[in-house]
């Protein structure tokens, strides 16, 4: 399984937009990068390698399919709505700073159940990640460049692992800090966290086919 999962190819779905009903189906069966803190856990009591969290979330996505009863379409919180809001000036920001050219994707699937909804794609090997922080997480970040919240560093990894590409452009943006809007940290593919993702991403599908399996046998 964990052979399958490696050889599986992204698929870019470049027709989907973020947050609408087809994003959520998309999304359904599959752990994304909302999910990499979860699934960079190696377990220790599991037979299958995942950790609690993972295990949680593979019994969350398994319901919300066998119900059909999602638990995620509709909810926002104002973190979100503010990324929602201000991601696009970010996105534009980075382009005018780094000279690039961002092109966005709704979603990447990789097989049946992985996937993840990067902020960007950068040319062939590069994506971004964007976070949008209220004025005390910005400054936060502004004091301590080399900072990064474990979660967010993972969401990182599991992007690249499901893309395959060879880095990724973390961006934190505030429109009112002067000329200090934009702070932007590269990271390359750290191939530890990924081997891990490897085994928990066939641990996870097989647990998930597996379950789907006896409750259409049920």
């Known amino acids: 399984m964990t052979e399958a999962i490696i050889k599986d190819l992204p698929v870019y779905h470049f027709d989907i937009e973020q947050g609408t009903p087809e994003w959520h189906e998309?999304?359904?069966?599959r752990a994304t990068g909302s999910d990499a803190s979860a699934m960079a856990v190696k377990g220790k009591k599991s037979l299958t390698g995942?950790?609690?969290?993972a295990i949680t979330l593979l019994y969350r996505k398994s319901g919300m399919l066998i119900t059909?009863?999602?638990?995620?379409?509709?909810?926002?919180s104002d973190s979100m709505d503010r990324g929602h809001e201000l991601e696009p000036l970010a996105r534009k920001a980075y382009e005018d700073r780094e000279f690039e050219?961002?092109?966005?994707v709704g979603f990447i699937s990789k097989g049946l159940y992985l996937g993840t909804s990067p902020d960007g794609l950068v040319g062939d090997h590069?994506?971004?990640e964007i976070k949008c922080f209220e004025a005390t997480e910005y400054c936060r970040s502004?004091?301590?460049p080399d900072h990064i919240d474990k979660s967010y560093y993972c969401q990182i990894q599991w992007g690249l692992?499901?893309?395959g590409r060879k880095w990724c452009d973390y961006v934190v943006f505030h429109p009112n800090f002067g000329d200090k809007t934009l702070l932007v940290r590269r990271f390359e593919r750290d191939e530890t966290m990924i081997e891990l993702f490897e085994k928990n991403g066939a641990a996870f599908g097989s647990e998930m086919k597996r379950i789907?399996?006896?409750?259409?046998?049920e």
């Open 26 to 29: 998309l999304r359904a069966a």
């Open 50 to 53: 995942l950790g609690t969290g």
């Open 68 to 76: 059909g009863e999602s638990t995620e379409e509709g909810f926002k």
């Open 101 to 104: 050219t961002v092109k966005e």
């Open 142 to 144: 502004f004091d301590n």
């Open 212 to 217: 789907l399996d006896k409750a259409d046998a």
């Open 161 to 163: 692992f499901i893309t």
């Open 126 to 128: 590069g994506m971004i």
